[in-house]
């Protein structure tokens, strides 16, 4: 396979994979506040939810 070819398709699912995850985390957040919750101090990434 040509070598222009292969790095269009290395590039463009690096660029998939990390655009899932920005998605990924912003549904996250929302979902989670939309529960009542909040990150913990330190820009952890998980949701916590008191009672």
């Not at 529960?35 to 330190?42: A, D, E, V």
């Amino acid at each position: 396979m040509n070598t222009k070819i292969m790095t269009i398709i290395v590039v463009t699912a690096i660029l998939a994979f990390w655009l899932g995850i920005k998605a990924h985390e912003f549904y996250y957040n929302d979902i989670c506040l939309d529960l009542g919750g909040g990150q913990n101090p330190g820009n952890h990434h998980i949701c916590v939810i008191q009672q």
